[in-house]
Structures are given as C-alpha cells and as structure tokens.
C-alpha cells in the first residue's frame, strides 16, 4: 500500500487529515484528544484483526485436521463393508 497523510492543526485547534494513494479521504478532529483516541482505535481495530485472523487460522486448521480424520475413518470403514 502506498499513500501519504497530511495531518496538520489549525488556528483553531482543530486536527486536520489528508489520505492520498491507496488510501484516499479527509478527516477533521475537535481537537489533539479526539485524534489521538482516533489513533487507539486504528491501533485496537489492527490488533484485533490480527487475533480474528490467527483465530480463522486455527479453525481453519483445526477443520482440515478433522477432514483428514474424517476421510480416513471413511475410508476405513468402506474398506470394512467390503469384506462383508
């Protein structure tokens, strides 16, 4: 991803953002404050995506690993009824 972020304070004290390349759009914030818990939530909302994913990993994992047991007690048992 490439992009570039203009963040600067007006006379007013409020905090402006500009996105440009991939990430494109504008932001006001009241002020210092309301950025910086703007900021948390980016950093939460990362850290938690990053959990789901480890967590959709170890499902998916977890689902492939029971697949294999599935198909081989399948295939055991075809094998069985086949000897019958």
């Not at 009241?30 to 967590?55: G, M, P, T, W």
């Not at 499902?59 to 086949?82: K, P, V």
């Amino acid at each position: 991803m490439d992009f570039h972020a203009d963040i600067y304070e007006s006379d007013d004290g409020r905090i402006h953002m500009a996105l440009r390349g991939d990430a494109v759009g504008t932001a006001e914030f009241a002020d210092l404050e309301v950025f910086a818990q703007f900021v948390a939530r980016c950093q939460e909302y990362i850290e938690n995506s990053r959990h789901a994913k480890r967590i959709m990993e170890s499902l998916d994992e977890h689902d492939r690993l029971s697949g294999n047991i599935t198909s081989d007690a399948s295939s055991d048992t075809s094998d069985d009824q086949g000897d019958h």
